[in-house]
């Protein structure tokens, strides 16, 4: 809740849960043919009760909860994402003794072969987790894999939403895709997508992860071999679904992506522009060097001072490239991976509605049915399970992603106002170094003339 | 008034007298002198420069309509000079000044008397006719009020540059100017000056060629010339790069905009953004002040570059004064060889009277002696000429010579300390980006 941030309130979310768990199953007067689909969404729907024992299983056995009534549950098919855990753990707020997993991204190395030329990291991975055979991993991985995991996860884990990964394309005359700062740059992101992949609470368990870290040579056609039940049955069917109401709260996360994008946009031509003017200033400030050099060629007593500020001229002009470069390298990749990222999550959201939508037209169809007899089809039971789950990860992941974003453009504003600091720190110390050096000839002259 | 800084820097003024002083006594010794550098000198020794005796400034311009030479109505602007006694300020008694109006025209006759009158000075220039080396955000029109504000300070300089030169200061038409509203004009087309100026003018424009171009003279030209060059080059520079960092800053300013919109759908993040998003608007805005400070130093470079021209303008008049002399002693020579041949009756140059003579019969012992006679009159004329010229020549090249000095320490020190508060402005400005994206960075980590 909004200005609770920092306090991590763990019963605040379970106590919410375990009262929608355990409803009275009255059945509510059957009203509006929407509302009574509305209502169903969030658990209040007299049928859903019926069957919310069979909800939840997994993750309540794993929170180590029991339920009020005190009957056990049975396992359901779906082993759903734990939005119950995700409710209890905040990335951040994880210390050292809760965490099992720990991912780092280091030593960057080029590979030059007749094909092509790339570079490989080092992923090492210290854990305790049961899933993998080893506590240690030391794996080299290549762009292309952290691409290939990212998808995997995607496709596999289609209500989270997955971390960004830096941008695959760059302007090969722009950037030099195998200098140390670029190299640097994507480690540092690669390092932080991991590290949010291991982090998430369900995300980390995810086998196309394990084989990522553990696996010698990632076969990335191993990836059709993993898919387990779990990924089959959660595999959606989409499309042709029409959604009647969207929830209030994930409209507005439409609305805020759709508004976020624009101004991404927006800071994205401006950064731009601004690089584009300091680059035709910089050609500017190139030529007053040679030309205080040419003039202090045909002078006596000024020969000094102008050579000195030719020198100034010049070191202004070396440190403004490097803060036009370094925004280049740094800046706009990260705007645009969220601009990329941002494109996908929108597509979770899609699938989301789509969830629903076939969920209500299913439930429309059985509610509305002549006979009325109780036993709801299995397979409108599970749309419902599918929509509840979607609903909860979406909203845990939410969450998570809020957090990051905040972490994320705050890290990279304050580089920017950094970079720029820097920048007048290296002019100001070249002109405050050639002052004295102009006064100090002028006292010398007082004294011989 | 106050909003822009003279170049002229009084205590300069101080320093530049004292060498110049010393230097005029040692050329003193054993050398004729002209009548105002006689004059000058007294006054420089009684220590007299205008500017000890009296405060003189630029205070105001005003904008007149009237109608002009051909009877066409005309805007035209007006600068009000205000002069005052200097003892009377130090009293304390504070008395108003004495003040009158005059336009850019009447500081060029000025001017231009001074140039024709003291050709072996180091005239001190005006500032620009026409707004040059502009860049987008600065107007090129005479009427704009920033250009009107420039032209004011550029004028204040150059009467005090006048005022305090140990020869100019003591003219009395550059003083009438100061003191005398009306009649001003009349008096200086009286002295005449417009004749003199004309035939100089001419003889300048026309082609010529010294026969033992004077070293110092020469490279003094060439470097009048070289420093024209590169300040002019200094100058485009500095213009485009004004456009260009104009264009830096601003841009920065569109980060307010969209920070603040965007700080509208966040929550936590809202306030951060909001208020770095106003130190973006502060950088943005604070690009004015910067440029404005670079246009000083500009102003400063110009009148140098003016002064560049001035200087050349004396190499130049030199190398006439020169010629002239040249050309008289070639003349008399000529004469004297035509006497020569007509007394001993040998032709040793060509004319085409002794072809004449030879084709159409000698000349009678009567034509000759008259002949003789005339020749005798024009070598004494020649010869008096020569010597003339001879001595103007040596004046000229002493004057010159010492003005010229007192004008190359006067333009290191000016220079170098154009150079010293081009360096404190550009630190200023370091220091100011540095707080403002501290201030920013400080609202970021609130984020």
């Not at chain 1, 522009?273 to 050609?283: G, P, T």
Request: hydrophobic share 35%.
């Amino acid at each position: 809740t909004e200005g609770e941030r920092g306090e991590c309130n763990l019963l605040a979310p379970l106590r919410t849960l375990t009262t929608s768990v355990c409803l009275p199953i009255d059945c509510p007067p059957s009203g509006e043919r929407n509302e009574a689909i509305a209502a169903s969404v969030d658990g209040r729907h007299p049928l859903s009760s019926l069957y919310c024992r069979k909800r939840r299983t997994s993750e309540t056995e794993q929170a180590g909860l029991i339920l009020p009534n005190g009957t056990p549950v049975d396992t359901s098919s779906l082993a759903s994402s734990s939005s119950l855990l995700n409710r209890l753990q905040l990335d951040d707020d994880l210390d050292g003794e809760t965490r099992d997993l720990f991912v780092t991204v280091e030593d960057p190395k080029k590979h030059v072969s007749t094909m092509e030329t790339y570079i490989t990291y080092r992923v090492c991975t210290k854990t305790t987790r049961t899933e993998f055979d080893l506590p240690e991993y030391s794996v080299r991985r290549r762009y292309q894999d952290f691409d290939w995991l990212r998808n995997k996860l995607e496709e596999s884990q289609p209500t989270h939403l997955i971390p960004p990964l830096p941008e695959k394309f760059v302007m090969k005359g722009v950037v030099d895709r195998f200098s140390e700062e670029f190299v640097e740059t994507r480690r540092k992101a690669l390092d932080k997508f991991l590290k949010r992949v291991a982090d998430h609470p369900v995300l980390s368990f995810n086998e196309h992860f394990n084989a990522f870290l553990s696996a010698k040579d990632l076969n990335k056609r191993q990836g059709l071999a993993l898919l387990t039940k779990m990924g089959e049955s959660v595999k959606y069917v989409t499309g042709g679904y029409k959604l009647r109401a969207r929830p209030a709260e994930f409209a507005a996360m439409g609305d805020y992506l759709d508004l976020f994008t624009q101004k991404m946009g927006t800071i994205d031509r401006i950064a731009q522009r601004i690089i584009k003017e300091q680059s035709e200033f910089l050609m500017e400030l190139r030529e007053y060097g040679p030309v205080y050099s040419s003039w202090s060629s045909f002078e006596e007593d000024l020969h000094d001072p102008l050579e000195g500020v030719s020198g100034c001229m010049s070191n202004c002009s070396s440190a403004l490239e490097e803060l036009t470069e370094d925004m280049s390298e740094d800046f706009l990749p990260v705007l645009r991976e969220y601009v990329l990222y941002i494109e996908s999550m929108k597509n979770v959201l899609k699938k989301r509605d789509q969830v629903q939508a076939e969920y209500e037209t299913k439930l429309e169809a059985v509610v509305f049915r002549e006979d009325k007899k109780p036993p709801v089809p299995s397979d409108v039971e599970k749309c419902q399970d599918r929509v509840e789950c979607f609903n909860a990860d979406l909203k845990a992941d939410w969450d998570r992603w809020e957090n990051n974003k905040r972490q994320d453009f705050r890290q990279l504003l304050t580089g920017m106002a950094d970079k720029n600091i820097q920048h007048y720190e290296k002019c100001l110390a070249a002109w405050e170094s050639l002052v004295p050096l102009l006064q100090d000839k002028q006292e010398a002259e007082g004294e011989t003339s | 008034r106050g909003k822009r800084r003279s170049t002229y820097d009084r205590n300069t003024e101080e320093q530049m007298l004292e060498p110049t002083i010393c230097s005029l006594r040692g050329y003193c010794s054993g050398i004729e002198y002209c009548d105002s550098l006689d004059q000058n000198l007294q006054m420089v020794e009684k220590g007299t420069s205008l500017l000890k005796k009296m405060e003189i400034s630029v205070a105001e311009a005003e904008k007149r309509t009237g109608k002009n030479a051909v009877n066409m109505q005309e805007t035209y602007t007006v600068y009000l000079i205000e002069t005052r006694p200097v003892d009377a300020a130090s009293e304390g008694t504070n008395p108003v000044p004495d003040s009158l109006w005059r336009r850019y025209s009447e500081f060029e006759l000025l001017r231009n008397y001074l140039l024709v009158t003291y050709p072996f000075l180091v005239v001190p220039p005006l500032p620009e006719k026409r707004a040059e080396f502009v860049w987008h955000k600065l107007s090129a029109d005479n009427m704009d009020p920033d250009f009107v504000e420039r032209r004011r300070v550029g004028l204040e300089n150059f009467l005090l540059r006048v005022a305090s030169h140990p020869d100019l200061s003591s003219d009395k038409i550059f003083y009438s100017f100061l003191t005398e509203e009306n009649g001003w004009k009349e008096t200086v087309f009286e002295t005449g000056f417009q004749a003199k100026a004309d035939s100089r003018l001419k003889a300048l424009n026309a082609t010529f060629r010294v026969k033992n171009p004077d070293k110092r003279f020469a490279e003094m030209k060439h470097y009048g010339d070289e420093l024209q060059s590169v300040i002019s080059q200094l100058l485009r520079v500095r213009a485009r790069a004004a456009d260009r960092l104009y264009g830096v800053y601003k841009v920065h300013g569109n980060y307010g905009r969209v920070f603040s919109e965007w700080s509208a759908i966040e929550k936590e993040m809202g306030d951060g953004l909001q208020s770095a998003g106003h130190h973006m608007d502060a950088y943005a805005a604070s690009v004015d002040d910067i440029l404005e400070e670079e246009e000083h130093y500009a102003d400063q470079l110009k009148e140098y570059l003016f002064y560049a021209d001035a200087l050349r303008a004396v190499c130049r008049k030199h190398e006439l004064t020169q010629y002239e002399l040249e050309m008289a002693a070639q003349d008399l020579t000529s004469k004297k060889q035509q006497r020569e041949e007509l007394a001993t009756g040998t032709i040793r140059t060509f004319s085409l009277k002794g072809v004449t003579s030879k084709l159409f019969g000698q000349e009678t012992p009567e034509q000759r002696e008259a002949k003789l006679k005339m020749l005798e009159t024009q070598i004494e004329e020649g010869e008096e000429l020569v010597k003339e010229r001879n001595a103007e020549c040596e004046e000229f090249v002493k004057s010159a010579w010492v003005d010229i000095e007192r004008f190359k320490e006067q333009k290191d020190h000016d220079l170098r300390e154009a150079l010293i508060s081009y360096a404190i402005m550009q630190i200023s400005m370091c220091k100011k980006g540095i707080q403002v994206w501290n201030n920013a960075k400080e609202c970021f980590s609130k984020m």
